[in-house]
């Protein structure tokens, strides 16, 4: 029987809590200046709204804490089979909203909803679920594996009809990581890597924008005031904020430079304003929560809230490590937010429905919490 009298695993949630608080403060410092352009001068128009979010956010958070994570593995069938729905609702005309060229929210009462964030848990929760119970048939391609890489098409290519790489590319390799922990081959990964690069290499050329994306980002100097703007101006930030910074609010390239400062672009600013200092700070709260993720999971009662606490902290270190990857120009630049930091509602409140229920599993863990 499992005992449920243990107390939450206080250091992740101690860190969630610090990551969301100098979150909140550099959404103000990156954002004041593009709010006061565009939105009548009203500098604090981005951080009233992600202060709306985060009390939703922090109560998603305590009612998925409080939440038996095994009930919800029980709900992750019609989870999954929502997020599908709402995936397919972004494509239809009037229902989907369309910003920058790209469909990928839903608007409802003039509030927009991303309903890749939701499919991002529902994914997560669905595969670990099932896999815990299917780990004997993982051996086999076909009859094991196979069945949830249909699945991953699936959502793939709901994603890509928006078009949304980033997310694709967090799902895909966050289901991996999942898969791998259940036991899947790995001669099995080998041999679909190459049919992978080679899908990715297919969509990159055959996009002009993401191929743009790419030669930017092998010599963003070549077009400094075009495709290599985003990429060059994050470099001036990151290289001008030395050891300690100019100062918290004191950046340069936030003022209408850095195309929104306050969503993927946020670490450039943070280390601009706060320097290496800051940016290793926050980078050390991210390497505590990985470790202690990763705990809750080796020492997780069963196999199915093993697999999902390790789908939910994968989920925020992949997301960190191709933010970070982006904003130093070690990879192509794509949309992708930094956990507790980046300003987006949806993000934020289904980041901490995912952290509430880690939460819940580290209750049921048995292990040192110190």
């Known amino acids: 029987m499992m005992n449920s009298k243990k107390p939450f695993d206080?250091?992740?949630?101690?860190t969630v809590l610090l990551l969301l608080s100098l979150g909140t403060i550099m959404v103000f410092s990156s954002g004041?200046?593009?709010?006061?352009?565009?939105?009548q001068g009203d500098t604090y128009h981005f951080l009233k709204r992600q202060l709306v979010y985060l009390p939703i956010g922090l109560f998603a958070m305590f009612v998925t804490m409080n939440i038996d994570y095994r009930k919800l593995g029980k709900l992750s069938p019609l989870?999954?089979?929502?997020s599908i729905g709402l995936l397919v609702l972004v494509l239809v005309p009037g229902i989907g909203a369309v910003y920058n060229g790209a469909r990928r929210w839903i608007n409802i009462g003039g509030q927009t909803v991303q309903p890749s964030e939701?499919?991002?848990?529902?994914?997560?929760?669905?595969?670990?679920?099932?896999?815990?119970?299917?780990?004997?048939?993982?051996?086999?391609?076909?009859?094991?594996?196979?069945?949830?890489?249909?699945?991953?098409?699936?959502?793939?290519?709901?994603?890509m009809k928006q078009p949304h790489?980033?997310?694709?590319?967090?799902?895909?390799?966050?289901?991996a990581i999942i898969l791998f922990c259940a036991g899947a081959k790995i001669r099995h990964f080998v041999l679909l890597g190459v049919p992978a690069v080679a899908g990715v290499f297919a969509l990159v050329i055959t996009s002009p924008?993401?191929?743009?994306?790419?030669?930017?980002?092998?010599?963003?100097?070549?077009?400094?005031?075009?495709?290599?703007?985003?990429?060059?101006?994050?470099?001036?930030?990151i290289g001008s904020g030395g050891l300690f910074g100019r100062g918290l609010g004191k950046s340069l390239q936030k003022f209408l430079y850095i195309p929104e400062p306050y969503n993927d672009f946020i670490l450039a600013v943070l280390a601009e304003e706060l320097g290496f200092i800051g940016v290793f700070t926050v980078l050390l709260l991210f390497l505590i929560f990985i470790w202690r993720g990763i705990k809750i999971s080796i020492n997780a009662p069963d196999v199915f809230g093993?697999?999902?606490?390790?789908?939910i902290t994968s989920l925020i270190a992949v997301q960190v490590i191709i933010n970070v990857a982006v904003v130093t120009s070690s990879m192509p630049v794509t949309g992708m937010p930094l956990p507790f930091f980046s300003y987006g509602g949806t993000s934020l409140v289904f980041l901490l429905s995912g952290i509430g229920i880690l939460l819940n599993i580290s209750k049921h863990s048995n292990y040192d919490r110190v």
């Open 118 to 159: 939701f499919a991002k848990l529902a994914v997560i929760l669905f595969f670990s679920h099932s896999l815990s119970k299917r780990r004997e048939k993982l051996k086999y391609f076909f009859r094991g594996l196979f069945p949830y890489l249909i699945l991953l098409g699936i959502f793939a290519a709901l994603l």
């Open 165 to 175: 790489l980033s997310a694709t590319l967090v799902i895909c390799s966050v289901a």
């Open 79 to 82: 989870l999954l089979i929502g």
């Open 32 to 39: 004041a200046p593009h709010a006061y352009h565009h939105m």
């Open 306 to 311: 093993c697999l999902l606490a390790a789908g």
């Open 10 to 14: 206080f250091l992740i949630f101690m």
């Open 209 to 237: 924008y993401r191929y743009k994306r790419l030669v930017s980002f092998l010599d963003p100097w070549s077009d400094p005031q075009g495709g290599g703007w985003q990429v060059v101006q994050s470099l001036y930030a």
